[in-house]
């Protein structure tokens, strides 16, 4: 016997036909996959899982044959017509005694399901539900950072269903709904709701319902979209109906819910969240709710029929919004909505030292006109002179220097900078005005979105290493200490300003592609700039020249150990932790005879690593400016998943991976471009034993990857000749 019927509708569409990240398969199916799997691991075989396929969706086909063994799973594939639609097909198709609603996008914990039968008991419940938990990641990472936290603890209105399913969005996910009871009161979804079709829906479960059980344990995990540019969720689309629909369903619900007081108080104060968010909230913000005069009347009304006892608890300004609507008094409600948001603003603007700046760029500098031979550079954040616009600029200073004048953008404004540079501390007031009047930006990293590109900007985007980490919109989980919502929106926004991209070879062009949506035609597959110099006749005199000046010993080979940073290890956005793992006492001990090592951390770890006790054998070089001239020094290089080894491989000498957290750093928080395990030129190893093994038998490392890394060489390297610079020149600057 079937005890209970999941129906998951399925709708998923890459709004950017034909530009699908190419990196990994289309998100909607990795959804399912997640979904369908975590179906199975409810472990009942009394369950019927009934997929609603969407006739204008991506094709799943593959993913349903792929579960077909492990779960009873049958598929109906409808016209495009929406959730309420394909809720209520799977309605009639279902076969079990209770039914239950999850999104293809979303998943359950282990036993969820068990969980809320358990609940049910011998007043026969019309209702059984649960409780919600919202996460940005994927259902491993999720099932993960369960075990490593406590759980919220139950709410106070959990057991009262009116209040707490209506507060909780008055969606009808984790509710186990007896069939009997649906039947028996003809409760369907509005087909003509494409959105909020929840609302009443539930509204009519809990009106009629005569008993209900619940179990905060059993667990819907409710899975927040990260991707608002390819695959926004209902919640995230602009839709110029969203208000006309949501005053429809809340009026329905209202009738729906036929004076139940509890019920009717919720979806009032449900209400005015909606309106407070159109006048003071994010919605407004993003233009998500179209809002003129029809929408204000809709609203005017709906709140006319609420019942302001609901909003008590609201702060006064608020509540004053929802009054000046209710009377029908548009500006007054805008008037205080904006003074709600403008002391929100102002709340987090006095915390921002660079606001000042920025006003007198937007009314001032913005107004001057564009200097045509004004060149702007910055690299890593103006923490250094260094990559690829350091060797553009050398090639400009070398060739066109009276030309141009120059601007650098330097934290430390000591650092000296061949050539003279005007030099500007990042968002000082001179950077901001050197920015708006150079014409040409050579910048190898990402501005602020605030910056503001105008016509007449000519934008070089150098871009920073081949990447073999998956980037943006190949990122299926966002584990940044930054903006996990806005993230690839924002950044989608930014490189519409870049105006060329360089790329070190084919297969970064393809990358560039579909990890930052952006246009093949722009993007100039030349080599990398900053690799010129390991090209460079002089190349031998100028490593020599780099050891005596950093006061490396000259009689010992050098290691040079360069990591990348872990994206969920940080203080704070743009400041990351790095944890040491290997183990350079140890390397001392066993290899210090003959070598040195040169200890290289990312420029986003905000640590000091100390050697103490090492000294004579690790160097920390992490300040030095340019990482180019230590892979000159160096004779060999660890590192694990940064892209500095597709520059080092340019020198052909040997390259280990130290990658003692492969597992972790490819499945949950990034995923790579290639195989690291059948396509890297050298050996991966795990730990500080295994790497001074590597070292000590170099030679044997060297013959048994030397095919691999021929092939590597020839895909990755092949056009860095020493001449990238140039054809950045040429192409950018017409020289
Ligand atoms: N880098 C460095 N020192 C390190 C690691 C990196 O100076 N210990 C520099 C190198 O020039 C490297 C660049 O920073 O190529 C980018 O570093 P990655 O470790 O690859 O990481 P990330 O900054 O996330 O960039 O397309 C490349 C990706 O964007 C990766």
Redesign the pocket.
Known sequence: MIKVSIIIPYYMKNRFQGRMSKGHSPIGRSYLSDCLMSVCDQNRGDLEVILIEDGASEDISEVIEEFRARLNIRTLRIAHAGTAAARNAGLDAAQGEYVYFLDADDYLKEGTIGRLLDAENAAMPDLIYGSKERTWFKRLSYLEECRMRERTPEPDDFTEPSAYLVRRSASVLNILIRREFLQKNGIRFDESLVLYSDMPFTAALLANAKHTACDYDAVYVKRIHNDEVQYPSLDQAVRKDRTEQYVRAYRSAKEAAAGDEVLCRALDSGLGSYVLKAYTGRLHDRGKVVFGADEFALLREAMGAADMAAFRELPRMRRNVLKAVREGNNRKAQRIGNIVVSLKKRRELVKDSKLFFRIIDRYLFQKLPIKENLVFFESFFGNSYS?SPKYIYRYLQEHSGAEYQYVWVMKNKKNRIPGNPVVVKPFSLSYFYYLARAKYWVINIRLPKWIEKKKGHVFLQT?????L?K?VFDMEDVHLASSKSSYKMIFYQETRNWDYLISANPFSTDAFESAFLYDREKILEIGYPRNDCLKAPDRDEHALAIKQKLGLPLDKKLILY????RDDEYFEAGRYKFDLKLNLAQMRERLGGEYAVLL?????IAQNLRLDGLEGFAYNVSEYDD?SELYLVSDLCITDY???FF?YANLRRPILFYVYDLEKYRDVLRGFYIDIEKEVPGPLLYTTDEVIEAIEKLEDVNESYKERYDRFYERFCSLDDGHAAERAVKAVFGK
């Open positions: 990559d871009w920073h290493g081949t990447p980490k980037l360069a990591p990348t940073w290289r951390t990312h420029y986003l990482i940064s892209s500095v520059d």
